[in-house]
Structure formats: C-alpha cells, structure tokens
C-alpha cells in the first residue's frame, strides 16, 4: 500500500471555524490531490498539486485553499467551515498527472 | 463532465456475473477503475488506454471502446469480497486534462 496518512482521521467542528486537514505521503510522488466525497456525487477534485508550492483549483474549490511547503505535505483549509462542506475528504498521489492515484484513509469533516 | 456510470446498483448471489458500464459524453483518453469498501479508501483496480486494450485483475477484467467512449468493468464468478461501491475515473481527449469519477455502482454479493 502506498504510504499516505491523513489527520485528523475525524473532526466535528462549528460553523465559522477554520479548519486544516493533512496529507503526508512517504512515496515522494509530484502530484498531489484533495477530494470530497459525498452520497451520489462520487469523488470531486477541490484542488490538486504538482510540486512544492505549486497548486492549481480542481471542480469545486469554491470554499477552500491548499498549500504545499514540502514534497510530502499537501494541507487543505477551510477557512470558514460551512455545513456544506461537511464530508469525507480524501488526500490522494500519483507519480505522474493521470497516472494511477493512490488514497489515503480519509477524513470524516462534520460542521454544524 | 462526470461519467454516467449503470447500474447504479447490483445484487447479486455468489458466483455470479456482473457488468458496469461508464459512459462519457466526450472522447476518451484513457480510464481508471477503483473500487471502495464501506468506510474505506477507494483501491485502484486498473487504469485502461483508448486503443481498446482490455486488462484484467483476478476474476475482473474491463474494455475499452473509443468508438462509444465507453468502458465496462466484467466480474466474473463473484466472491463475497468484491462487495463494494465501484467507480470508473476518465480522463477525457488527451493526457493533458484532469481524471474525473462517475457517481459509482453499488454491488452487493450474497451468499
């Protein structure tokens, strides 16, 4: 399995709260990406990296922002949560764009 | 454009066969296919290139055709294993644009 861990695992938190959620990868792979995942939807792309401080807004990014200051970590905020924005959220990588994407555990995100 | 993936939902008994297709209303580059357990992470299954090439993993195998921009994911003898919300990702006229998932196909195998 490839080497992704996200924290936190799970997060309740209130409207209006900022909100940072964390992806470190072990397989020193270029690409990095941020999904929601919600009922009927399937995985939608938030934003998305392809090296170290370079980002790029994926379907539905409205709401949130990413940084990514080191190969292995890739963080997205929400710097206001809203109760649209309660989710799973997966972190994924690949070595190259469109390559094969590997998943971390997820991130169950409940705002209320 | 989301992938239109059917059925959206299967039951099926041990032993069986099923097919999912995923359906894109633009040209295909290339498609990949996961599958997801309940609380878990999608798994890669196989990823297929236009040219109509078909790959195959275990008792699951997938085609390809350009032609109906369309690919189909065939499970055969099912186990109760491959219980799961399956997703087909496409990447859509060349290898520069962004994979995009369908909605997924939710099968059940029973014993």
């Known amino acids: 399995d490839a080497g992704i861990t996200q924290s936190p695992r799970h997060k309740v938190t209130e409207t209006g709260t900022p909100v940072t959620l964390r992806c470190h990868q072990t397989?020193?792979?270029?690409?990095m990406y941020w999904y929601r995942q919600d009922p009927g939807h399937g995985l939608r792309l938030i934003h998305y990296?392809?090296?170290?401080?370079?980002?790029d807004k994926g379907e539905v990014s409205d709401g949130y922002s990413v940084s990514r200051s080191k190969t292995e970590d890739f963080l997205l905020t929400l710097e206001s949560a809203t109760s649209s924005q309660t989710s799973v959220y997966f972190c994924?990588?690949?070595?190259?764009?469109?390559?094969?994407?590997?998943f971390g555990p997820g991130t169950r995100l409940t705002v209320l | 454009q989301q992938p239109v993936q059917s059925p959206q939902a299967v039951i099926l008994r041990e032993g069986e066969d099923a097919v999912i297709n995923c359906s894109s209303s633009?040209?295909?580059?290339?498609v990949h296919w996961y599958r997801q357990k309940h609380g878990e992470a999608p798994v890669f299954l196989m990823i297929?290139?236009?040219?109509?090439e078909q790959k195959g993993h275990e008792k699951i195998s997938a085609s390809f055709n350009e032609k109906k921009q369309q690919s189909s994911l065939y499970l055969t003898a099912s186990q109760l294993s491959y219980s799961g919300t399956y997703f087909c990702?496409?990447?859509?006229?060349?290898?520069?644009?962004?994979?995009?998932f369908g909605g997924g196909t939710r099968l059940m195998v029973k014993p």
């Open positions: 397989e020193n792979h270029r690409y």
């Open positions: 990702g496409v990447v859509n006229n060349n290898a520069g644009n962004m994979l995009t």
């Open positions: 990296s392809y090296g170290v401080k370079d980002t």
């Open positions: 633009k040209a295909l580059y290339s």
């Open positions: 297929l290139l236009k040219g109509g």
């Open positions: 994924a990588i690949s070595e190259l764009w469109t390559d094969t994407q590997y």
